[in-house]
């Protein structure tokens, strides 16, 4: 599995934009890259995916590098609500792997006034 | 569109009773999957299915854990026996297919199983 490397920790003031990075080196041709986050007790929700260009939704933005080898995820105006722990997967497909999405430790952000 | 449903929120159960954990998942997906999230730490995978068929079973433990997607109904987790080890949240999230790897999970907001 292509592993993923992540900031335990980050701070962003509230209306501005937060740039979380995530490493992912040794990602395959054909993986997508996750970006999921888990507001405390609740179940993770679903940001954004891509596998190559750059993606936008209503939630975020997402920027990988044309290597492939890491990617940023951009909350435009970060709002208290956006504190969580916010993770980045590299998603292994394939009948055998059974296209499960593996968590490792994420990144806590916590927005400040 | 209702997303996906986990019931109950919170479930008791004392050592040795069986608990069983309900997710339906959002309309028009038919892939499930179940994941445990112990106090305090990260999300693990337990299990892949899809109807009447598990997938990929590596995350479950070996013994008193069952899980089942029928052709009509919830998908049902089912622990037998527990133990005070069990306590955690059970997400389930579903897809709408499951290769590619370009059909996002879309997780429920769990069930909290506390054994006393």
């Known amino acids: 599995d292509a592993k993923t490397t992540q900031p335990t920790s980050m701070d962003c003031a509230e209306g501005r934009a937060a740039n979380l990075p995530c490493n992912h080196s040794t990602i395959s041709g054909n993986e997508y890259v996750y970006w999921y986050r888990q507001i405390h007790s609740q179940g993770p929700q679903y940001i954004i995916h891509g596998l190559k260009n750059n993606e936008t939704n209503e939630m975020a933005s997402l920027i990988i590098t044309e290597d492939r080898k890491s990617s940023t995820l951009i909350l435009p105006h970060a709002t208290l609500r956006d504190t969580a722990v916010y993770y980045c997967i590299v998603r292994v497909v394939g009948e055998a792997a059974g296209n499960k999405l593996t968590f490792g430790g994420g990144t806590r952000v916590l927005v400040k006034p | 569109n209702a997303g996906v449903m986990q019931n109950p929120r919170h479930l008791v159960r004392r050592r040795g009773q069986e608990a069983r954990l309900r997710c339906s998942p959002m309309k028009g997906h038919s892939h499930v999957y179940w994941y445990r999230q112990l106090p305090e730490e990260g999300l693990k995978f337990m299990v892949y299915?899809?109807?009447?068929?598990?997938?990929?079973e590596s995350g479950m433990p070996k013994e008193r854990f069952s899980a089942e997607f029928p052709k009509e109904g919830p998908s049902i987790l089912r622990i037998q026996q527990v133990v005070r080890g069990d306590s955690a949240a059970y997400f389930c999230?579903?897809?709408?297919?499951?290769?590619?790897?370009?059909?996002?999970?879309?997780f429920g907001n769990g069930t909290r199983l506390t054994v006393t």
């Open positions: 999230a579903s897809s709408q297919n499951g290769q590619g790897g370009n059909s996002p999970l879309h």
């Open positions: 299915l899809q109807k009447e068929n598990i997938i990929d």
